[in-house]
């Protein structure tokens, strides 16, 4: 079975500009997650999809960032413009419905410059 | 609200000596609790969890958790650490119900084996 697809896996950009990254979940897993990664710190959830509706982002910074899985298979996470404090590792998550154990992709390494 | 706490940012065992990573959580209602490694440039891989019954959860790896609810921990063990278990370990807590299935982590343990 193949795990959680994200791309690109690295990326440097300077602050101001945009990005933007991609998941692709485990096949049939309805739910989705991004979650930020800090360095030196746990993962924290951005936003959380079932299907193509948003679940919770309660901590996305709406400002800046932006998510959305239209078809309610991959998802791409946007942040415009991006600030130095922005640099991080994004991580991918999906699950099946009502399935408690959520698999991580590889994780995005963003740094802004 | 939920949170988590790894009191230990570095672990350091012998090769072959038992290991011991400490977790605890506080939650409302009863929690389903996770261990995740990371290793460097990879994402989180999940090692264990726990969700009812029998309190020692067996994982991958061989290693394994015990969830104590009186003291509200979750500590991941080893009986016999090997040099490739060096790694950053993270452990997670959410609640039951469905809609709120947010993971909140701990801010990790580096765990070092030393051959």
């Known amino acids: 079975e193949a795990g959680v697809a994200q791309s690109p896996r690295y990326k440097i950009i300077e602050k101001r500009q945009s990005v933007a990254f991609w998941c692709n979940p485990i096949s049939g897993h309805a739910t989705l997650y991004w979650y930020q990664q800090i360095l030196g710190q746990g993962p924290k959830l951005l936003i959380q999809?079932?299907?193509?509706?948003?679940?919770?982002d309660s901590q996305l910074p709406k400002d800046r960032f932006s998510a959305e899985r239209l078809k309610g298979v991959d998802s791409t996470l946007k942040i415009q413009p991006a600030k130095l404090e922005d640099s991080a590792v994004y991580l991918c998550?999906?699950?099946?419905?009502?399935?408690?154990?959520?698999?991580f992709g590889p994780g995005t390494r963003l740094l802004v410059l | 609200a939920q949170s988590v706490a790894q009191p230990e940012d570095q672990v350091n065992v012998a090769e072959g000596n038992p290991l011991t990573v400490k977790c605890t959580y506080s939650?409302?209602?009863?929690?389903?609790l996770f261990w995740y490694v990371q290793y460097p440039n990879r994402g989180l891989q999940f090692l264990l969890k726990?969700?009812?019954?029998?309190?020692l959860v067996k994982g991958s790896y061989g290693f394994e958790a015990e969830f104590n609810k009186s003291q509200t921990s979750f500590h991941l063990k080893k009986p016999s650490a090997l040099v490739s278990d060096s790694a950053l370990y993270f452990c997670a807590v959410r609640d039951r119900y469905f809609g709120n299935e947010k993971l909140t982590f701990g801010t990790g343990t580096r765990l070092t084996i030393i051959p």
């Open positions: 939650v409302s209602g009863n929690p389903y």
């Open positions: 726990y969700i009812t019954g029998d309190n």
């Open positions: 998550a999906s699950s099946q419905t009502g399935g408690e154990t959520q698999y």
């Open positions: 999809f079932q299907n193509n509706g948003v679940v919770d």
